[in-house]
Each structure stands twice: as C-alpha cells, then as structure tokens.
C-alpha cells in the first residue's frame, strides 16, 4: 500500500567525546535529583537529534517534565494518555507517510520516539504498544524503566521487582516481603509475537555510549522497534540521589538487569561481568528491600540465576508462585 | 450533472470520507457501522482513495489514531457504534481539548446488557460532554452531506473542534436511499485541504498538552466553551455554501416539517424524523394541527432557535430514543436541554417527552398517533400530565 519514504541514518558514536554537545532536552524541568528517567531522556535526546517527534505517555516523565504550560523539549512533544501512546505514534507515523507520498511535507520521515514508563508500556499502556508493534508502524517505542508507577507515588507496576516495599506492597506481618510477584519480561513481551520488529534492546544509563547507539540502531531499522531503559529512581528505591550511576551498574555486575541486543532473532550481550555478584550487593543500597529476610533474598537470588543462564530468554519461574506457596 | 445512487448510510458516509479526501482512516470491527469501513477499505484496496488505513485494536486506538493523525497535520476519519463509542471515551477530551478536528461516524448501537444490535442514541449521547460537534443524519443523503460538511466546520480555524457525525444503526445505516452523489471538482471548491496550524513538525517545534496547574485551567476551559459558542456562525455559512454548491435546502440547525399552523409537534433528531413526517401527513389528513422539528445539531445546541420556534407551537412532545436513568424528567436528555432553551420564553409551550425507540425498537406510525393524542391534550390544556411517557408501558401510550 505504502510506497517507501526516505528516512533517517544516524550514524553510531564511538566514545563519550564525541556524543553530540547540544542539548534538546532542556534544563528549567522538575525531576528529582539524580533521577535515572531524566539521563535516559537526556541521552535518548541526543542521540535522536532535532529532527524527531516525542510522544509522552503519562507519567513521571510528563509531569515532572511540564508544568505551567511550559515544556524542556527543542523538538516537537505531544502529550499522550498512558493507555494510548502505542496508538497516537501509529496515527502520526500514518499521517507522516501520507502527507510525505503526497507532497504535503518535504522533509525525511520525522524520528517518532514514544517514551513510555512501565506503566504506560506494559501495563495500562501494553495493548497499544502491541498494536503499534503488529502493524509495523516506524516508530521506536521506549521503556524507561524506574521499576513503578512512580509519579503517583510509588506504586508497584508489572515491573516493579519481586520484594520492592511499595505504597501498594507495603510489607507487615501477613506479607512480609511486600511485592510477592516477579516481573514482567518487557521485552520478550515484544519479540515474542510480533513478525514486524526486527530490533529489540535493552540499555542502561551506566552505559551511555551503548545507548545511545542502540538509540540511533532502533531509529535507523524501518519499521518498529523497542528499547528497554534501566533507570533508577532515588526517590522510589530510596537511594542516595548521588548514586543512580552507581546503583545501575551494581545492577549489572549482579544480573539483575542484563544488557542485549535481539536483531532479527540474534541475541548479542554487553557488559557481561566475567563472574557476577551476589544479588544481596545490590538490593542492599536500596531502602527498598530493607525488610527482606535471608529466605527472601536467596528466592531472588533463584530467579535471577535461573534468568542469568539465557539472558533476555524467558524462563518458568524457578521459585513458588503466590498461589503455590 | 450528479449521478445518482442507492446507497444505505453506512456506504453513504464511506464515500463522504472519500469525497473529503480523508487521509488516514483508522477501523475496528462493530456492527452496525462496520460497514462504513468495509467499503473505505474497498476503496483504498482498488486504489481509488489515497489515504492510511490503519487497523486499530480497539475504539480507545481509533480515536487515538485519528486524533494523532490530525495533530501531524491530515484529515483523519474514524468511527463505532454501541459500546465501542463508550469504549473509547479517555479519547474524546483530548482530541477536543487538542483542537484536532478529526471526524467519528457514528452508527448508533444499544449499549449492554442486554446485547443488543438495535439503534439506541445513549452510545454517543453519552459523550455529549466531551467537546465534540455533534448532530444526526436522517437520510443516507444525509449521511453523506453531513460528513462532508462536518470536516467544513469541525476544520474551520476559528473551530478547530473534532466532529461525531451520527446516524441511527440499521434504520438510515443499512436501509439504502436515494443519494445524489456530488461531483469531486464541487466537493473540492467546498472543502479546502485540512491544514493545522500547529502542527507535531520537527521544523517548527511545539509542544501539545503540557501540564497546567488548576490556576490556569478556567482560562483555557473558557477558550474552549468560547470556540463552541462561535461554531454556530460557522455552521450557518457552511450549511448556506453547501447548499448552494450542491443544490440541497438543508437549514443550519432546525429542520421543521408542515409546522406552520401545528398546535403541537414531535420533536427528534435522526431517522425516526422519517417516520414521523408520515405521521404528520396522516394526521393532517385527518384534521390533527402536528408537525415535526428535527434537531440537526446537538452540539452546538441551538438555543436560542429552539426558543424561537418551539414558542410557536402549544405542545411539544421529544422523542428520545436514548437515556438519562434518574436525570430531571426520568426519562431521555432531549427534554432536559429543551425546557431549559424554553424557561425565559414568555409563553412557552407544554413539553413533555416520550420514551420511545430504545434497544433499536422501531417507532411505529401508531405509536405517533398516540404520542399525538397525549399532545393534542397537552396542547388543548396548556399543560402535560407527565415529563416522561415510557411508550408502550404508560397509560395512553
């Protein structure tokens, strides 16, 4: 149906210096201090350029970012409901094939860029995502991922890990370890039914070369495309604000977020520490977990070993369920 | 000269769409107005209309596809029935609040339970509220105007306002009539290209829908009750170019059928109105002053010509066909927004309202005859004995 419009090429960068200087994601916003979601979209920014259309689902990223009528982005932002940002970017990226095969708009295909949080990407939000990702629109749909409706205040979302103190999984005598659930795998959840994606990666903002490159990867594949963002969040995992860099890569040095690449059915994985740590080193600076007792910590521990042995590859769940125990 | 075809409403709207030139269209299956999107898909597929046809996976993505659409800057069309318009009520506001001027048909659906296919208007009666222009078709002929004229407004960019441009399910949606079918040259001199003004551009950076504080929030809500209360101007310009254009008499906002002595008429809007014209001639063969005045837009209400020409009469009976369980007069929504318009009127008429249609039921000619007989004593008495009559269920009914 669609005649082939002329996208974008960004090219990779090679170190930290040559990561482009200008900014356009602006100063003046009201994120906390040290929050992961802001250096995700820092970063994301500049590896997608002006020549780019950013969708914003609600979420922290919306409110901490807008206030007042007032917005720190030098390109052009669209607000989205958190149900619907999948559908929004479809029908702009529509528009743009349409009005680009009729002449009405001169230019390349726009980057259109969806920055969901969890909640607006695989919970509330998951089935416009899918649909996005089914009918194959060219848009990259990220997750920045602070592990829980964080906004609001805290509370657990289907990507909030398995004993996370929440303000709706507050632990006490008859629930001990507060969230009972594991999480969901976000990007299976893609590549694992949809024919039209061909990039899917997971990045974290320890590693900002890498994700800005796989930023720039996942724009440059027609078609959609999906990337999973580990970004702390000082105020919901009480840490440390001066921390977050420090807390993501802990994160990676003890399995509990692996870095990958699947691209056309081939995983490729970065920064895989040649022996990994205790989960405990981890979930230790984060008040979080505080209240998890030794039981606790080895049931995540399980899961994360069980998960560590095809990373990015679902597996059965190596521990009880909450309807088992 | 216009060819002429035989078209049901849901064909007649699909070819509206493709005489506006629609650029991306967004489905989801729902009888009964699944038919409008069969035949655009037709449409597309044969390669007689350009446009993006983009399969949504639920009403919530149509209205969200099409509202996207329109905020990069084309002419987007969806449209449901039934529970598929409520469905997708998060959407309505922001497309609304947005100023983006896409089009929703509406075949209207009962909602559940019970499931129901009948025509019922509470689907999208229901999003009266939302900031959409809204107002029913009679006829495919219609349909087919109406969807045209609707982008004419809902576009226009002292408007800048989405549009629900309705038909009853099954009675105009899938009975064929007789359409004029206007020549592409005459559609195109009506109906310029859809330009937003402030469109998602990486050229011209903007930002849609930041967050506001609640100080900032009657101002804007203001502008937006301000564009509605220019609208109409609007519509009375685009319904007199229309009809010059295409050689039709459609009147902006009250279609008024043999009124010019009635003592009382039935007040409706979309396809019952066929109904109630042959009514209204039966009646007056047999004497009986009725006439009928059909609503042509529920958004805008037109206030103050409801009070213009509904004083004139003694009685005026509203035929719902939808509902507002526990509202001021139990019964429908049209009567509340009727008696409101009529309330600093010196003399205004008796009006009671009849609860008629529902679940897609059709209202037969008897049924009018004793909708007239409650009339014609409410017009003889200067007052009515009810708000509400459930038809079929009430004493005289």
Known sequence: MAKAVETQNLEAVKSIRRVPQEEYYLPGHRTCQGCGPALTYKLVSKAAGPDSIFLGPTGCMYVANTSYLCSP?????????????????????????????????????????????????IDIGLQAMSGLMYRGHDVLFIMYDNESYANTGIQTSP?????????????????????????????????GGHPAVHYVATASVAYPVDLINKVRKALNYKGPSFLHIHSPCPKGWMFDAAKTVEVAKLAIETGMWVNYEWEKGEYTYQHTPKEYKPVKEYMKTQQRFAHLTDAHIAKMQAFIDARLKAPGIPVALPVLGPREE | MAKEM????????????????????????????????????????NGELDAEFVHGEGEHAQVSIAYGASAAGARAYTGSSGVGVTYAMECYSPAAGGRLPCQMAIADRALDPPGDFGSEHTDVMSARDQGWIMGWAETPQEVLDNTIMYFRIGEDPGVM??????????????????????EQSQVDEYLPPFKNPH????????????????????????????AFIDVPKVIRKAVKEYNEIFGRDYSPFLDEYRTDDADFVFFLQGGHARTARYAVNHLRDKGVKAGMVKLRFLRPFPTEEIA??????????????????????????????????????????????????????????????????????????????????????????
């Open chain 1, 73 to 121: 982005w030098a390109y052009p932002w669209m607000h989205t409901q958190i149900t619907n940002a999948g559908a929004v970017a479809s029908g702009i990226e529509a528009a743009y094939q349409v009005l680009i095969r009729k002449g009405k708009y001169k230019g390349k295909l726009p980057n259109i860029v969806v920055m969901g949080g969890d909640g607006g990407s």
């Open chain 2, 161 to 182: 306002l989405p549009q629900f441009c309705c038909q009853d399910g099954y009675f105009v949606s899938h009975i064929p009539g007789k359409v004029v079918y206007p």
């Open chain 2, 308 to 397: 213009e020409t509904l004083s004139k009469f003694k009685a005026v009976g509203t035929v719902e066909t939808s509902t507002s369980y526990g509202g001021a007069m139990k019964g429908g929504n049209l009567i509340h927004e009727v008696r409101a318009a009529l309330y600093d009127v010196p003399k205004p008429p008796a009006v009671t309202s009849f609860m008629a249609g529902l679940g897609g039921e059709v209202v037969t000619l008897d049924e009018f005859y004793n909708m007239a007989k409650v009339l014609a004593q409410a017009a003889k008495t200067g007052k009515v004995d009810q708000y509400v009559y459930w038809v079929n269920f009430d004493k005289g009914v």
């Open chain 2, 6 to 45: 035989f078209l049901a409403g849901c064909s007649a709207a699909a070819h509206g769409a493709k005489l506006s030139r629609v650029e991306v269209i967004s489905s989801y299956p729902i009888r009964p107005y699944t038919g409008i999107m069969m035949e655009l898909s037709k449409l597309v597929a």
């Open chain 2, 199 to 226: 469109p998602l551009d990486p050229t011209k950076p903007v930002s849609h829908g930041p967050q506001i504080y609640p100080d900032q929030g009657p101002a804007i809500d203001l502008q937006r009750a301000q």
């Open chain 1, 159 to 191: 990507a909030t890990p398995y004993g996370a103190n929440t303000t709706f999984t507050p632990p006490g005598e008859a629930i001990p370890e507060g969230k009972v659930l594991f999480p969901k795998d976000a990007p299976q959840l893609v590549i």
